[in-house]
C-alpha cells in the first residue's frame, strides 16, 4: 500500500547564526548533544531559542538516512517534510524574515535530494510582508517545492486578513497547495503547564483558522482553485461545526462576511488524519468525506502519530480504497507528486 505522510517537519543539522547576523536574542538554533542518545541509540539535539531550551530533538530531523530507516520500519512510501513554526520569523523584520525563509528552504531541498526520491518539502514564507511572501512563494515552488507552509496568524492578523487573503489568491493562481500548521498559541500563560499549549491552544488555533475563513468571507473572495490543507484534523472544528451552524442560523452577527452557512464549505479545504483516535477520525470522515482527508503524522516529534499509519489502516469504518485514497492518493492528487 502506498503510504504518503504530508505532515512532517525537519532542521538543518546547522545554519548560520542568526542573532551574530541581526542581532536580538531570541533567534532559534541547534546545540547538538553529541554525548547523549535517545531510546533508539540516535543522536540529540536541544532546540534554542536564545538561551532558552525550547524542545529536545534527534537526528531524524536533519539526517535523511536516520528518517528512510523510519519511514522503512513503519512502511511509510514518501514524506513531505516542513520547517517548524519557530523557524517563521514573521515577528522579524520582512528582510530578516526573507532570509530566513531562504535557507530554510534551501536546506529543505538539499535534505530531500538524498531522500532517494521520497522526501519532498513545503516552504516558508514571510508572511508578514506579502510581496515577498508571493515572491518567496513562487521561487521555491520553481526550486522544487511542492507546496507552502504558513502559520495560521501574523501577530493578530487572522486568516481573513485582507494580505493573507491575497496570498492565497496568489497561491490559488500558480497552482501552490497551502498547508495551514498553527503556532504562536493563544493564551499563553494559562497554557504554559503540562504542555497545554500543545495539547489545547494548537487544536484551538487550528479551529480558529478555518472560522476565520469562514466567517471572514475568505472562501468566498478566493478562487476555488485554492489549494489549502489544514493541520491535526482541524482541530476542534468538525466537533464544534454544528455549534457553528447554529449561531449563523439564528444570530446575524455570527453570520460574519460569509456568504453561506458555514457547513457549506467544507468542499473548499482540507484536513490532516492527525487526530490520534478512531473516533475522531470518522467524524472527520461523516463531516468532510474521505476525499477531503489526507494521512499526516507529526513525526518526528513525540506528540506524533508514533504507529504511522495504523489509525487509518485499522479504522473499520473505512474500506480499503478508503484507505488507499487517504493515505495517498489524495495527496498524490493536492501536491501534484511525481511518484
Known sequence: MNIIDIHSHFFPKTWPNLEAKFGGGDWPWLRHLSSEKNEQGYAKAMLMKGQQEFRPIYSACWDAQVRLEQLDQQGVSHQIISATPILFAYEKPVEQALYCAQIFNDAALELCAQ??????????????????????????????????????????????????????????????????????????DRTKKYMMGWTVGMPAESQLSIVSMILGGGFDRVSRDLKICFAHGGGSFAFLLGRLENAWLHRDIARGHSQHPPSSYLDRFYLDSAVFDHDALQLLVQKMGVSKLMFGTDYPFPLGEQEMGQLIKTAPYLTEENKQAMLASNAHQFFDLPV
Open 115 to 188: 531522500g532517494q526520491n521520497r522526501l519532498f518539502a513545503m516552504a516558508q514564507v514571510p508572511l508578514q510582508d506579502i510581496d515577498a511572501a508571493c515572491q518567496e512563494a513562487s521561487r521555491a515552488i520553481n526550486s522544487g517545492h511542492v507546496g507552502i507552509q504558513i502559520g495560521n496568524h501574523v501577530g493578530d492578523k487572522n486568516m481573513d486578513d485582507e494580505g493573507v487573503l491575497t496570498f492565497l489568491q496568489h497561491c490559488a493562481a500558480e497552482n501552490i497547495p497551502v498547508f495551514v500548521h498553527p503556532w504562536d498559541m493563544m493564551a499563553a
